[in-house]
């Protein structure tokens, strides 16, 4: 039945399975080979099986075709960002968006196009990552421009802290591989173009419309907030409101996506009330087209992209005549997205938008007939709480996973701040529209600003309630995953609970609930000392079993151990050492935290492990290291000290910023009434 009504959910199962295979290994031409040669012989052989209605071997073959598809595009996409030389060079770029002033410096996103290096000029693909300082030139170019700069590349890397969000895939995702510091002598040259690309056209009318806002009287935060809510453009935000929509449960009302389709195309519909009948198709097109302009100025943007293509998919079917299924129409708009950029499958918000809009396809009208309610008012109510109930729950696994929280208001947040913001997008939409006749734009601004304050109001009352969020809190993939099959599996037997016993949803429950347990066992069992790398001097992590006993430079818990501990679930004792030089003694290591090193700290501390959060003793004099030393960690120097022959044999030399943070394992004594990961710790100055 599946097959019939959803073919693209056979089609996108083994292209997507292929997609993440790519990310694991890169196929050489043998293994290809032997793939065609499956897939041939499985098509040829499969000729033998037509007669019956269900053909086995044709759909092995397809599945691995499709796989084969995936695996080669995604390496194929990856392939095409150029491995450029660590070197100082000229590079030929485009500017992809406008600058983007962080703190003392501007950032860009520039499109390779070539390199000059040694008197020739060669071809160079992807996008490099340049920060620039702040300079009024920097700051007025325009997307599109033509820019000649001179620049050392430095490959990005991750901090390597555990658990920590993979910056440097995300970046390779969309094309970056490298970043640059540039200053304004080296822009060489600054070459507007004869004609810009649509999208860099798109991004410069978003501009405009944030400058008709302004012009007509709407500022500061609240001019943020319309450009956010209306266009998705965050960067006026700052960090509290980011953080006030977050807690509250209503950040989503900010990415143009969905929401804004569902409200726009509603509304259009509505103003073309009186094409009905034989004309009925001309609303779905000029409804279709008018969400194409909406995608246009706001940007093209991946996420109202992912909104807008979606719908048209949904309302094509519609067009053609046929019943289509919407969660036919929907996959096969995410099918087409990912063979247009493979990369997109592990885009979080490509993941929130579908989980969510599937959810809603699947759930929604059985949820909702649960309760038969006659009148309007609390139907209409209702129906806001079961789209939020089950979007939510649609992407309930990946909020915690990806942003280590989850809103615990968000049913009533939803209700009360997803109304105004339908409100607020119509009337963000019909302020630039009416420009030309002032004497309608301003009362619609006036209006629109009142509105954006009682949204910002409600919003940080409803962020600063008590327990307002539950975090941190986090899961790992393959939890987030068998959570993520729960909740599906809860809500088939939720809508059909004749068909769909709750046997099958308990199981998946047992295999959650078992991946928790294993992942809490193992902690148990074992201990770890942990070097973060972070903007603080020191971040030194013992974790013993569940807890983790944090010794930090910084007054508060970094980000890093924080995300860590979400994670892994481990409790957080904050512990401050008594001076400049500390020995840590944890069972039977002893870990060293000094701001320098000399053979007179070595030779008192004896220590296991030496962290150095300064550098070298100045006085260069060689390095005697004990027989019980392993590691000597540099937490923000690059360079190494002096060692004694011999000594590099046995001790091993780690620079976080370097190489990333440090992580062993420790064995830690225990007592006879001592569990596992309760090993004696003990913190000893030393003058």
Request: hydrophobic share 45%; with cysteine; aromatic share 10%.
């Amino acid at each position: 039945m599946l097959n019939k009504e959803i073919p693209f959910l056979r089609i996108g199962l083994p292209f997507c399975l292929g997609i993440i295979s790519g990310r694991c290994f890169t196929p050489g031409p043998g293994l290809l080979g032997v793939f065609t040669i499956i897939v041939i012989t499985g098509f040829i052989a499969s000729l033998f099986f037509n007669s019956r209605i269900v053909n086995p071997l044709y759909g092995f073959a397809m599945s691995i075709a499709l796989l084969v598809t995936g695996l080669v595009l995604y390496n194929h996409e990856k392939a095409g960002i150029s491995d450029l030389e660590q070197v100082t060079n000229e590079f030929l770029c485009i500017l992809s968006e406008f600058p983007e002033e962080k703190g003392k410096s501007t950032r860009m996103v520039l499109e390779l196009k070539g390199m000059a290096s040694s008197g020739s000029f060669r071809s160079v693909h992807g996008s490099i990552l340049v920060h620039a300082r702040k300079d009024p030139a920097v700051s007025q170019l325009l997307p599109g421009d033509i820019l000649l700069i001179r620049c050392r590349p430095e490959r990005i890397m991750n901090r390597g802290n555990p658990c920590e969000f993979d910056y440097k895939f995300y970046l390779e995702n969309h094309g970056i591989r490298f970043q640059a510091f540039i200053d304004k002598n080296d822009v060489l040259s600054h070459i507007p173009p004869q004609r810009r690309k649509l999208i860099y056209k798109a991004l410069i009318i978003r501009e405009k419309i944030i400058d008709i806002y302004r012009s007509r009287g709407i500022c500061c935060d609240r001019l943020a907030l319309v450009a956010a809510i209306t266009l998705g453009q965050k960067n006026l935000l700052d960090r509290e409101q980011k953080q006030y929509f977050i807690k509250a449960g209503v950040m989503h009302i900010m990415a143009v996506s969905g929401l804004h389709a569902v409200i726009l195309s509603l509304f259009v519909q509505h103003l073309l009330f009186f094409l009905r009948g034989r004309f009925t198709f001309l609303r779905r097109i000029l409804t279709m087209l008018f969400l194409w302009s909406f995608a246009f100025v706001t940007g093209l943007t991946p996420s109202v992209l992912r909104a807008t293509i979606m719908y048209t998919f949904l309302q094509t079917g519609k067009l053609l005549g046929r019943n289509a299924n919407n969660l036919n129409s929907v996959l096969a708009s995410a099918f087409f997205q990912l063979l247009w950029k493979p990369s997109v499958l592990f885009d979080a918000g490509f993941q929130l938008s579908y989980s969510a809009v599937i959810f809603i396809i699947c759930f929604y009208g059985s949820i909702y007939r649960l309760f038969s309610i006659k009148n309007w008012l609390t139907d209409k109510i209702w129906q806001s709480v079961v789209v939020t109930i089950v979007a939510q729950a649609g992407t309930l696994s990946l909020t915690i996973s990806l942003f280590n929280r989850f809103p615990t208001y968000f049913i009533i947040t939803n209700l009360l701040i997803v109304p105004l913001s339908n409100i607020l997008i119509i009337t963000g939409c019909l302020v630039p529209l009416t420009y030309p006749l002032e004497f309608l734009s301003r009362p619609l601004a006036g209006f629109l600003e009142i509105l954006t304050g009682i949204t910002e109001g409600l919003t940080r009352q409803a962020a600063s309630l008590p327990f307002s969020t539950i975090d941190p809190i986090g899961l790992g993939t393959f939890s987030a995953f068998a959570l993520s099959v729960f909740i599906f599996l809860l809500f088939q037997s939720l809508s059909d609970h004749k068909n769909k016993p709750l046997f099958t949803p308990l199981i998946a429950l047992l295999i959650f609930m078992i991946s928790l347990t294993y992942g809490d066992i193992t902690a148990r069992k074992t201990n770890e000392l942990i070097v973060y790398n972070t903007s603080c001097s020191y971040a030194v992590g013992i974790r013993t079993g569940k807890c983790m006993y944090i010794f930090s430079s910084c007054e508060v818990v970094p980000d890093e151990v924080s995300r860590h501990c979400a994670m892994k679930n481990l409790k957080i004792r904050k512990e401050i050492l008594p001076g400049e030089n500390s020995v840590i003694e944890a069972g039977r290591c002893r870990i060293l935290v000094s701001g320098y090193l000399n053979n007179r700290i070595l030779e008192k501390a004896d220590p296991d492990y030496v962290i150095i959060y300064a550098g070298p003793d100045r006085s260069n004099r060689p390095i005697n290291a004990n027989n019980r030393l392993n590691t000597i960690i540099f937490t923000r120097s690059l360079t190494s000290p002096q060692l004694q022959k011999g000594v590099h044999d046995r001790v091993r030399i780690h620079h976080v910023k370097r190489s990333g943070a440090f992580v062993t394992r420790l064995d830690l004594a225990r007592g006879k009434n001592q569990s596992p990961g309760q090993g004696r710790r003990n913190v000893i100055p030393l003058q």
